[in-house]
């Protein structure tokens, strides 16, 4: 028989802390949908995609209901579709029409995996697809696009950073009546991952399998719950407690995925150690960090704590799963997290701590509403700055900032639902087109004499 | 296949014989039954066989929650692997 206390700290995990299945995405590879006619290739597309995840919501909802645990999102990342758009000649839109038509066909909320890869420079199909992404997103409210525009071992691809700025903004002014939702749905990249479950940044990659289920955890909630029960503890003692915390919630994530990929007859591919926040009271990365002492996230020593929350995930997360992969580690977006917006809003957070506190987690500036009079080449400078964070230290690093069209500093614009609602951020009024303008690409960085 | 049934909520007369008489209506085997009183809350978890269960797990799982409704308290159905998996290396 079980411990009872053990039961019931579940139970209050689930019922009381949010403990949840962020995601179970599928990966699906569509590199054998390649076809020089862009219709049959969207045809064979739509085929494949409905045969392999015919089950994957209803699968979902009977382990959901087998195991007591709620399964927030099931979702399905594909091949990047600018391999596809390489061989098909015309309009790559087609492509993101026949994806919000399987996503509306299987009933997952996202398709993650309109995507191009550019970190050295641009393919056959990689510009007419990065062109597209602001009508592709406009027209479908189901489908996520993401560019890879550097990496440590390529540098970064300042041409790509540069255009990627015009189409954040394109992007958000395409949707600019519908909460620039457009902007939401685009993540650019520096060493994205293949095997991400986690959207809007998803994608299958080249080197996965044909079909393969990731699964994304979530938690934020039960760590803070965790360390609201020891306030005088030692930081070794914090670092123990988090690690233990990530163990169970793991563990959780590794049977989900085990489990579905049985009954799927998929292989399991990793399980995302990752702390994914939500708008919901008391599932706040930025509350743990208070709770571990600070008065409001964002004040100095927000970097450190920030650094052992998330060594302290993984560390916990390895042990409990057998394939750890994707982005691993706490994610820090703004208005997906209350706590996040409750500091910027009373001004103990801004956008350079961010920045700095993207070096020591997972992955980025996330979910953050800037001004809608910012120009193209501000945006293409943020996305430089965080690439280079994520070169440098050989990590993953992740831009999608939102222009809020006509709105200004100190407004608020509401997503709704997971996305939540952001406060515009304020941003350096100095101008950068000048570096922007030059393009080219950054060199590889040396991967020694390390300062 | 075994599962957990958990029942938190106010002490009343009766929820152990409530409760045992769905599993018993559904041939569900009770193994093991553990009460403590948390503060002023009732818990009770219950450890069931369902290998020979004759309604579906959900169809369990659903009864049990109703009847938790019916007298006011939580009634949870789990499988055990995600306590095993959770609590145990």
């Not at chain 1, 007591?68 to 927030?72: A, N, V």
């Given at each position: 028989m079980f411990n009872s206390k053990d039961i019931l700290e579940t139970i209050k995990m689930i019922q009381e802390e949010n403990l949840d299945i962020r995601t179970i995405t599928m990966g699906i590879s569509l590199?054998?949908?390649?076809?020089?006619d862009i219709d049959r290739s969207c045809d064979k597309i739509y085929e494949k995609m409905m045969r392999v995840a015919e089950h994957h919501v209803e699968t979902g909802e009977i382990i959901e209901k087998r195991y007591?645990?709620?399964?927030?999102n099931k979702r399905l990342s594909v091949t990047p579709i600018s391999m596809l758009a390489a061989a098909a000649k015309g309009d790559p839109v087609k492509f993101a029409r026949t994806l919000q038509r399987v996503a509306e066909g299987i009933g997952v909320n996202y398709i993650g995996g309109y995507s191009a890869l550019v970190q050295k420079g641009f393919a056959a199909g990689d510009l007419e697809l990065i062109n597209s992404i602001p009508q592709a997103l406009a027209e479908t409210s189901n489908v996520c696009s993401s560019v890879n525009v550097?990496?440590?071992?390529?540098?970064?691809n300042m041409d790509a950073v540069a255009l990627m700025g015009k189409i954040i903004k394109d992007s958000a002014e395409a949707t600019k009546d519908n909460h620039c939702f457009g902007a939401a749905k685009i993540v650019v990249f520096c060493n994205a991952v293949e095997d991400n479950p986690f959207m809007a940044g998803a994608f299958h990659g080249v080197g996965e399998a044909d079909c393969v289920l990731n699964v994304g955890v979530s938690g934020p909630g039960v760590v803070r719950s965790a360390l609201s029960k020891?306030?005088?503890?030692?930081i070794d003692q914090v670092a123990d407690v988090i690690k233990k915390t990530a163990f169970k919630i793991t563990r959780m994530g590794q049977l989900v995925g085990t489990e579905a990929s049985k009954m799927l007859g998929v292989p399991f591919g990793i399980v995302d150690l990752s702390l994914a926040p939500t708008p919901a009271v008391g599932d706040s990365v930025a509350h743990i960090l208070e709770e571990i002492g600070l008065e409001s996230c964002g004040a100095h020593g927000t970097t450190a704590a920030l650094a052992l929350l998330n060594d302290a995930v993984k560390k916990g997360g390895v042990m409990a799963s057998s394939h750890v992969g994707g982005l691993s580690g706490a994610f820090i977006p703004v208005s997906e997290d209350a706590g996040m917006i409750d500091a910027v809003n009373c001004g103990s957070l801004s956008i350079e701590k961010l920045e700095a506190m993207t070096a020591v987690c997972s992955v980025g500036l996330d979910m953050i509403a800037v001004p809608g009079d910012t120009s193209a080449d501000t945006i293409s400078a943020i996305i430089a700055d965080e690439a280079a964070i994520g070169m440098v230290n050989s990590k993953t690093t992740a831009v999608r900032v939102i222009p809020a069209i006509g709105m200004k500093e100190g407004d608020t614009i509401e997503f709704g639902g997971l996305f939540g609602s952001g406060p515009v951020m304020k941003l350096s009024s100095f101008s950068s087109s000048k570096f922007i303008s030059r393009g080219g690409r950054i060199p590889a960085p040396l991967q020694s004499l390390k300062n | 296949m075994r599962a957990v049934v958990a029942v938190i909520g106010k002490d009343t007369v009766g929820i152990l014989a409530k409760v045992s008489t769905i599993c018993a209506e559904c041939n569900a085997n009770v193994m093991d039954v553990t009460q403590t009183i948390m503060q002023d809350l009732f818990a009770m978890t219950m450890l069931i066989d369902i290998t020979n269960c004759s309604e579906e797990y959900n169809v369990l799982a659903d009864r049990l929650k109703v009847c938790g409704d019916e007298m006011g308290l939580q009634i949870h159905v789990m499988h055990e692997d995600i306590f095993n998996s959770m609590h145990t290396i």
């Open positions: 590199l054998d949908c390649i076809d020089s007591g645990i709620p399964i927030i550097g990496s440590t071992r390529a540098g970064i020891m306030p005088d503890a030692s | -």
